[in-house]
Protein backbone atom coordinates (compact mmCIF):
# COMPACT_ATOMS: atom_id res chain seq x y z
CA UNK A 1 0.00 0.00 0.00
CA UNK A 2 1.46 3.51 -0.77
CA UNK A 3 2.62 5.48 2.24
CA UNK A 4 0.29 8.33 1.70
CA UNK A 5 -2.50 5.81 2.62
CA UNK A 6 -1.01 4.74 5.90
CA UNK A 7 -0.68 6.38 9.31
CA UNK A 8 2.25 8.49 9.55
CA UNK A 9 4.24 8.30 13.25
CA UNK A 10 5.23 11.69 12.62
CA UNK A 11 4.54 15.22 11.33
CA UNK A 12 7.55 16.56 12.02
CA UNK A 13 8.88 16.93 8.19
CA UNK A 14 5.79 19.95 7.85
CA UNK A 15 7.97 22.22 10.22
CA UNK A 16 9.57 24.80 9.84
CA UNK A 17 11.80 25.01 12.72
CA UNK A 18 12.27 28.67 15.20
CA UNK A 19 15.27 28.63 17.17
CA UNK A 20 15.54 28.37 20.95
CA UNK A 21 17.68 31.45 20.97
CA UNK A 22 16.44 34.46 22.63
CA UNK A 23 14.29 36.36 19.89
CA UNK A 24 15.27 39.58 19.04
CA UNK A 25 13.53 42.08 19.76
CA UNK A 26 9.88 42.31 17.94
CA UNK A 27 8.24 45.23 15.34
CA UNK A 28 5.32 44.64 18.08
CA UNK A 29 3.43 43.03 20.84
CA UNK A 30 0.71 40.09 21.69
CA UNK A 31 -2.21 42.24 21.57
CA UNK A 32 -3.83 39.71 23.83
CA UNK A 33 -3.69 36.11 25.32
CA UNK A 34 -7.10 34.05 24.72
CA UNK A 35 -8.09 31.33 27.25
CA UNK A 36 -11.03 28.62 25.88
CA UNK A 37 -11.46 27.43 29.52
CA UNK A 38 -13.35 24.98 30.53
CA UNK A 39 -11.72 24.37 34.32
CA UNK A 40 -11.83 26.90 37.14
CA UNK A 41 -7.80 27.23 37.94
CA UNK A 42 -6.54 30.22 35.72
CA UNK A 43 -4.35 31.39 37.91
CA UNK A 44 -0.52 29.92 35.25
CA UNK A 45 -2.23 32.32 32.47
CA UNK A 46 -3.48 35.10 34.87
CA UNK A 47 -0.05 35.37 36.23
CA UNK A 48 2.11 34.96 33.17
CA UNK A 49 -0.61 37.90 31.43
CA UNK A 50 0.41 40.08 34.38
CA UNK A 51 4.02 39.60 33.68
CA UNK A 52 4.12 40.28 30.13
CA UNK A 53 1.60 43.26 30.84
CA UNK A 54 -0.81 41.50 28.05
CA UNK A 55 -4.52 41.90 28.22
CA UNK A 56 -6.07 38.12 28.85
CA UNK A 57 -9.20 37.49 27.92
CA UNK A 58 -10.58 33.71 29.49
CA UNK A 59 -14.04 32.32 27.60
CA UNK A 60 -15.51 30.28 29.86
CA UNK A 61 -17.46 27.79 29.85
CA UNK A 62 -18.51 23.98 32.14
CA UNK A 63 -16.29 24.54 35.26
CA UNK A 64 -15.20 27.81 34.71
CA UNK A 65 -17.32 30.63 35.51
CA UNK A 66 -16.85 34.53 35.17
CA UNK A 67 -17.09 35.70 38.62
CA UNK A 68 -14.33 32.92 40.10
CA UNK A 69 -12.09 34.22 37.19
CA UNK A 70 -12.46 37.36 38.12
CA UNK A 71 -11.72 37.16 41.86
CA UNK A 72 -8.30 35.59 40.64
CA UNK A 73 -7.86 38.56 38.36
CA UNK A 74 -8.42 41.24 40.79
CA UNK A 75 -6.45 39.55 43.07
CA UNK A 76 -3.02 39.19 40.91
CA UNK A 77 -0.92 42.17 41.03
CA UNK A 78 -0.76 43.95 37.37
CA UNK A 79 -3.28 41.71 35.80
CA UNK A 80 -6.14 42.87 33.32
CA UNK A 81 -8.76 40.50 31.47
CA UNK A 82 -11.58 40.20 29.86
CA UNK A 83 -13.55 37.32 30.91
CA UNK A 84 -16.84 35.92 29.23
CA UNK A 85 -19.14 33.11 29.85
CA UNK A 86 -19.87 31.55 26.53
CA UNK A 87 -23.61 30.03 26.83
CA UNK A 88 -24.33 26.20 25.61
CA UNK A 89 -25.59 26.35 22.12
CA UNK A 90 -23.97 29.63 21.36
CA UNK A 91 -23.70 29.96 17.86
CA UNK A 92 -21.06 32.65 16.96
CA UNK A 93 -22.75 35.39 14.60
CA UNK A 94 -25.64 33.60 14.26
CA UNK A 95 -24.05 31.11 11.56
CA UNK A 96 -24.13 27.65 11.34
CA UNK A 97 -21.05 25.69 9.64
CA UNK A 98 -21.88 22.88 7.28
CA UNK A 99 -19.15 20.62 9.22
CA UNK A 100 -22.00 20.86 12.00
CA UNK A 101 -24.45 18.82 10.09
CA UNK A 102 -26.34 15.79 12.03
CA UNK A 103 -24.60 13.29 9.96
CA UNK A 104 -21.08 14.73 11.02
CA UNK A 105 -22.15 14.81 14.86
CA UNK A 106 -23.05 10.75 14.54
CA UNK A 107 -19.58 10.36 13.18
CA UNK A 108 -18.11 11.95 16.19
CA UNK A 109 -20.37 9.97 18.32
CA UNK A 110 -22.44 12.92 19.65
CA UNK A 111 -19.03 14.91 20.86
CA UNK A 112 -19.90 17.79 22.76
CA UNK A 113 -17.26 20.59 22.61
CA UNK A 114 -17.22 23.72 22.86
CA UNK A 115 -13.75 24.57 21.80
CA UNK A 116 -13.87 25.36 18.38
CA UNK A 117 -17.06 27.88 19.48
CA UNK A 118 -14.02 29.63 21.73
CA UNK A 119 -11.43 30.06 19.40
CA UNK A 120 -13.27 31.31 16.86
CA UNK A 121 -14.54 33.58 18.94
CA UNK A 122 -10.80 34.81 19.91
CA UNK A 123 -10.47 35.07 16.05
CA UNK A 124 -13.60 37.23 16.02
CA UNK A 125 -12.85 39.61 18.87
CA UNK A 126 -9.66 40.18 17.50
CA UNK A 127 -11.05 41.47 14.46
CA UNK A 128 -13.82 43.65 16.42
CA UNK A 129 -10.97 45.00 18.72
CA UNK A 130 -8.08 45.23 15.42
CA UNK A 131 -5.76 43.19 17.37
CA UNK A 132 -2.97 41.53 14.92
CA UNK A 133 -1.40 39.13 17.13
CA UNK A 134 -2.95 36.90 19.41
CA UNK A 135 -1.73 33.76 21.62
CA UNK A 136 -3.92 30.53 22.46
CA UNK A 137 -3.22 29.03 25.29
CA UNK A 138 -5.10 26.16 26.90
CA UNK A 139 -5.90 25.99 30.16
CA UNK A 140 -3.72 22.97 31.45
CA UNK A 141 -0.60 24.31 29.99
CA UNK A 142 2.88 25.87 31.31
CA UNK A 143 4.64 28.68 29.30
CA UNK A 144 7.32 30.89 30.06
CA UNK A 145 8.01 34.79 29.27
CA UNK A 146 10.68 33.60 26.31
CA UNK A 147 8.18 31.23 24.68
CA UNK A 148 5.93 34.25 24.46
CA UNK A 149 8.59 36.76 23.05
CA UNK A 150 9.22 34.20 20.48
CA UNK A 151 5.84 33.57 19.24
CA UNK A 152 5.85 37.34 19.05
CA UNK A 153 8.75 37.56 16.76
CA UNK A 154 7.68 34.48 14.74
CA UNK A 155 4.31 36.35 13.83
CA UNK A 156 5.72 39.57 12.53
CA UNK A 157 6.54 36.78 9.75
CA UNK A 158 4.12 34.45 9.61
CA UNK A 159 0.07 34.11 9.83
CA UNK A 160 0.23 31.04 12.29
CA UNK A 161 2.76 29.32 14.98
CA UNK A 162 2.42 26.81 17.75
CA UNK A 163 4.12 24.58 19.66
CA UNK A 164 4.02 20.73 20.66
CA UNK A 165 3.22 19.42 23.97
CA UNK A 166 5.63 16.56 24.31
CA UNK A 167 6.52 16.43 28.21
CA UNK A 168 2.85 14.59 28.58
CA UNK A 169 2.36 14.19 24.81
CA UNK A 170 -0.62 15.97 23.52
CA UNK A 171 -2.12 12.81 21.21
CA UNK A 172 -5.14 11.07 20.65
CA UNK A 173 -6.15 8.36 22.12
CA UNK A 174 -5.33 5.87 19.87
CA UNK A 175 -1.86 7.55 19.45
CA UNK A 176 -1.46 7.21 22.86
CA UNK A 177 -2.49 3.84 22.92
CA UNK A 178 -0.04 3.11 19.75
CA UNK A 179 3.41 4.83 22.15
CA UNK A 180 2.01 2.39 25.07
CA UNK A 181 2.18 -0.59 22.68
CA UNK A 182 5.23 0.06 21.69
CA UNK A 183 5.20 1.79 18.43
CA UNK A 184 7.10 4.95 16.94
CA UNK A 185 4.75 8.14 17.89
CA UNK A 186 5.46 11.55 17.65
CA UNK A 187 3.65 14.67 19.03
CA UNK A 188 2.76 17.55 16.32
CA UNK A 189 2.06 21.21 17.04
CA UNK A 190 -1.37 21.90 18.20
CA UNK A 191 -3.93 24.67 19.49
CA UNK A 192 -3.31 24.28 22.64
CA UNK A 193 -0.58 27.06 21.93
CA UNK A 194 -1.07 28.81 19.06
CA UNK A 195 -0.15 31.98 17.86
CA UNK A 196 -2.06 34.15 15.07
CA UNK A 197 -1.45 36.80 12.90
CA UNK A 198 -5.38 37.01 12.81
CA UNK A 199 -5.04 39.96 10.19
CA UNK A 200 -3.11 37.96 7.47
CA UNK A 201 -5.83 36.51 4.58
CA UNK A 202 -4.64 32.84 5.00
CA UNK A 203 -6.45 32.74 8.44
CA UNK A 204 -9.11 30.07 8.65
CA UNK A 205 -11.42 28.71 10.91
CA UNK A 206 -11.91 26.12 13.30
CA UNK A 207 -14.08 23.47 12.46
CA UNK A 208 -16.54 21.48 15.16
CA UNK A 209 -13.88 18.13 14.93
CA UNK A 210 -11.76 16.44 16.52
CA UNK A 211 -8.04 17.50 15.50
CA UNK A 212 -9.63 21.24 14.63
CA UNK A 213 -6.39 23.07 14.96
CA UNK A 214 -4.91 20.63 12.20
CA UNK A 215 -7.30 21.92 9.98
CA UNK A 216 -7.11 25.55 11.16
CA UNK A 217 -3.34 25.39 9.77
CA UNK A 218 -3.54 22.97 7.07
CA UNK A 219 -2.78 24.95 4.21
CA UNK A 220 0.36 26.26 6.26
CA UNK A 221 1.31 22.27 7.16
CA UNK A 222 0.59 21.27 3.27
CA UNK A 223 3.01 24.21 2.50
CA UNK A 224 5.54 22.97 4.83
CA UNK A 225 6.02 26.55 6.44
CA UNK A 226 4.37 26.17 9.77
CA UNK A 227 6.34 27.52 12.36
CA UNK A 228 7.55 25.43 15.58
CA UNK A 229 8.30 27.96 18.17
CA UNK A 230 9.28 24.53 20.71
CA UNK A 231 7.64 22.61 23.20
CA UNK A 232 5.35 23.18 25.94
CA UNK A 233 3.91 21.61 29.19
CA UNK A 234 0.88 20.17 29.73
CA UNK A 235 -1.16 18.78 32.47
CA UNK A 236 -0.74 14.96 32.76
CA UNK A 237 -4.13 12.84 32.55
CA UNK A 238 -5.43 9.47 31.75
CA UNK A 239 -6.45 9.18 27.82
CA UNK A 240 -8.14 6.01 28.13
CA UNK A 241 -9.95 6.71 31.88
CA UNK A 242 -13.37 7.17 29.79
CA UNK A 243 -13.33 4.76 26.39
CA UNK A 244 -16.32 7.29 24.90
CA UNK A 245 -13.02 9.47 24.55
CA UNK A 246 -11.61 7.68 21.65
CA UNK A 247 -15.37 7.39 19.97
CA UNK A 248 -15.51 10.91 20.44
CA UNK A 249 -12.29 11.59 18.87
CA UNK A 250 -12.17 8.74 16.09
CA UNK A 251 -14.03 10.59 13.39
CA UNK A 252 -11.50 14.06 13.48
CA UNK A 253 -8.66 11.38 13.71
CA UNK A 254 -8.88 10.01 10.83
CA UNK A 255 -9.94 13.01 8.87
CA UNK A 256 -6.67 14.84 10.24
CA UNK A 257 -4.41 11.63 9.80
CA UNK A 258 -5.69 11.20 6.46
CA UNK A 259 -5.05 14.31 5.50
CA UNK A 260 -1.62 14.63 7.10
CA UNK A 261 -0.38 11.32 5.57
CA UNK A 262 -1.34 13.05 2.13
CA UNK A 263 0.57 16.19 3.03
CA UNK A 264 3.18 14.10 4.37
CA UNK A 265 3.67 11.66 1.32
CA UNK A 266 3.42 14.35 -1.92
CA UNK A 267 5.99 17.36 -1.22
CA UNK A 268 5.81 19.99 -3.14
CA UNK A 269 2.15 20.06 -3.82
CA UNK A 270 -0.42 22.73 -2.72
CA UNK A 271 -3.48 22.67 -0.31
CA UNK A 272 -5.68 22.27 -3.48
CA UNK A 273 -3.94 19.53 -5.22
CA UNK A 274 -4.07 17.56 -1.59
CA UNK A 275 -7.86 17.99 -1.68
CA UNK A 276 -8.16 16.97 -5.04
CA UNK A 277 -6.95 13.70 -3.89
CA UNK A 278 -8.71 14.06 -0.24
CA UNK A 279 -12.09 14.47 -2.58
CA UNK A 280 -11.83 10.61 -3.48
CA UNK A 281 -13.90 8.05 -1.96
CA UNK A 282 -10.79 5.36 -3.55
CA UNK A 283 -8.23 7.50 -1.15
CA UNK A 284 -10.57 7.35 2.56
CA UNK A 285 -11.53 3.36 1.70
CA UNK A 286 -7.69 2.48 1.67
CA UNK A 287 -6.97 4.85 4.45
CA UNK A 288 -9.88 3.11 6.22
CA UNK A 289 -8.49 -0.13 5.90
CA UNK A 290 -5.12 0.72 7.13
CA UNK A 291 -6.82 2.69 10.41
CA UNK A 292 -8.87 -0.60 11.06
CA UNK A 293 -5.58 -2.62 10.25
CA UNK A 294 -3.47 -0.22 12.58
CA UNK A 295 -6.01 -0.04 15.47
CA UNK A 296 -6.40 -3.94 15.44
CA UNK A 297 -2.55 -4.05 15.66
CA UNK A 298 -2.06 -2.07 18.72
CA UNK A 299 -4.87 -3.84 20.35
CA UNK A 300 -3.10 -6.99 19.83
CA UNK A 301 0.38 -5.64 21.01
CA UNK A 302 -0.67 -4.53 24.24
CA UNK A 303 -2.66 -7.45 24.63
CA UNK A 304 0.63 -9.57 24.51
CA UNK A 305 3.00 -6.69 26.41
CA UNK A 306 3.54 -8.46 30.06
CA UNK A 307 5.13 -5.22 31.57
CA UNK A 308 1.80 -3.46 31.69
CA UNK A 309 -0.50 -3.49 34.56
CA UNK A 310 -3.64 -4.92 34.16
CA UNK A 311 -5.55 -2.16 34.52
CA UNK A 312 -3.73 -0.04 32.16
CA UNK A 313 -3.86 -2.27 29.21
CA UNK A 314 -7.35 -3.26 29.97
CA UNK A 315 -8.29 0.07 29.90
CA UNK A 316 -6.28 1.06 26.89
CA UNK A 317 -8.02 -1.80 25.00
CA UNK A 318 -11.28 -1.04 25.94
CA UNK A 319 -10.52 2.78 24.71
CA UNK A 320 -9.14 0.84 21.25
CA UNK A 321 -12.13 -1.28 20.82
CA UNK A 322 -14.48 1.98 21.12
CA UNK A 323 -12.57 3.69 18.49
CA UNK A 324 -12.66 0.41 16.10
CA UNK A 325 -16.20 0.30 16.53
CA UNK A 326 -16.82 4.12 15.71
CA UNK A 327 -14.46 3.83 13.01
CA UNK A 328 -16.95 0.98 11.34
CA UNK A 329 -19.82 3.75 11.46
CA UNK A 330 -17.91 5.72 8.95
CA UNK A 331 -17.87 5.67 5.08
CA UNK A 332 -15.31 6.92 2.61
CA UNK A 333 -18.27 9.06 1.47
CA UNK A 334 -18.95 10.76 4.44
CA UNK A 335 -14.83 11.72 4.67
CA UNK A 336 -15.23 12.93 1.16
CA UNK A 337 -18.48 14.81 2.32
CA UNK A 338 -16.73 16.31 5.14
CA UNK A 339 -13.82 17.36 3.44
CA UNK A 340 -15.77 19.45 0.97
CA UNK A 341 -18.55 20.91 3.28
CA UNK A 342 -14.74 22.37 5.40
CA UNK A 343 -13.72 24.19 1.59
CA UNK A 344 -17.43 25.39 1.64
CA UNK A 345 -17.03 26.25 5.59
CA UNK A 346 -13.55 28.14 4.92
CA UNK A 347 -14.55 30.24 2.08
CA UNK A 348 -18.10 31.72 4.29
CA UNK A 349 -15.62 32.42 6.92
CA UNK A 350 -14.15 34.75 5.01
CA UNK A 351 -17.22 36.60 4.12
CA UNK A 352 -18.57 36.82 7.70
CA UNK A 353 -15.55 38.25 9.87
CA UNK A 354 -15.57 41.83 10.25
CA UNK A 355 -14.22 44.10 7.66
CA UNK A 356 -10.63 45.38 8.11
CA UNK A 357 -10.51 48.72 9.43
CA UNK A 358 -12.97 47.71 12.47
CA UNK A 359 -12.13 49.13 16.27
CA UNK A 360 -14.69 48.99 18.72
CA UNK A 361 -14.59 48.91 22.25
CA UNK A 362 -15.42 46.03 24.48
CA UNK A 363 -18.80 46.55 25.41
CA UNK A 364 -19.52 47.56 21.63
CA UNK A 365 -17.50 44.05 20.82
CA UNK A 366 -19.41 41.85 22.88
CA UNK A 367 -22.68 43.18 21.88
CA UNK A 368 -21.76 42.64 18.41
CA UNK A 369 -20.88 38.93 19.41
CA UNK A 370 -24.22 38.47 21.30
CA UNK A 371 -22.40 38.00 24.30
CA UNK A 372 -24.34 39.19 27.78
CA UNK A 373 -22.56 38.01 30.64
CA UNK A 374 -19.01 39.43 30.60
CA UNK A 375 -16.41 41.18 32.92
CA UNK A 376 -13.76 43.62 31.89
CA UNK A 377 -11.54 43.78 35.39
CA UNK A 378 -8.34 44.42 36.56
CA UNK A 379 -6.22 43.95 39.49
CA UNK A 380 -7.02 46.13 42.26
CA UNK A 381 -11.18 46.00 40.89
CA UNK A 382 -9.91 49.61 39.63
CA UNK A 383 -10.64 48.68 35.89
CA UNK A 384 -14.10 46.73 36.79
CA UNK A 385 -17.55 46.82 34.81
CA UNK A 386 -19.86 43.95 33.55
CA UNK A 387 -21.71 43.58 30.67
CA UNK A 388 -25.43 43.86 30.17
CA UNK A 389 -27.74 43.44 27.24
CA UNK A 390 -27.88 46.97 25.60
CA UNK A 391 -30.09 47.38 22.00
CA UNK A 392 -27.91 48.42 20.08
CA UNK A 393 -29.29 51.21 16.67
CA UNK A 394 -25.47 50.84 15.16
CA UNK A 395 -25.39 48.17 11.98
CA UNK A 396 -24.37 44.90 12.15
CA UNK A 397 -19.91 45.50 10.91
CA UNK A 398 -19.80 41.35 10.31
CA UNK A 399 -20.58 40.68 6.28
CA UNK A 400 -23.43 38.22 5.48
CA UNK A 401 -22.94 34.62 4.09
CA UNK A 402 -24.78 32.89 1.56
CA UNK A 403 -28.16 31.36 2.91
Known sequence: MSSQFQHVPSHASLLRGVSAISPPPSSSRLDAIVVPASR???QRVIALSAVLSVPL???CSRLAKAEKVAERVEATFGARAL???VPHGYQLLGHRHLTADASFRRANAERSSDLSV?????LVLAHLRHWNKILFIDDDIYLSQRDVARFSTSLDRHPVAAMASKYFPDNSVVCHARRMAGFAQDVFVGGAVLGVNTQHPAVSFFPDIYNEDWFFFARHAAARSLPKIGEARQDEYDPFADPRRA????????LGEGLYALFNGMPGWELKDHLKVAASSRYWQLFIEDRRSMISETFHRISAARHRTISQGSSAKRSLLRA???LELITPDLCVDFIQKWQ?????????????GTVLSERDAMDELDLTNWISCG???????SGSRTPSARPSLMRCSDP
Do not use: C, M
Open 344 to 356: IDDNRWQQIVPRR
Open 57 to 59: VAL
Open 118 to 122: KRNIG
Open 247 to 254: AHEEFGDL
Open 324 to 326: AEQ
Open 379 to 385: YGTALRS
Open 40 to 42: PNL
Open 83 to 85: IVD
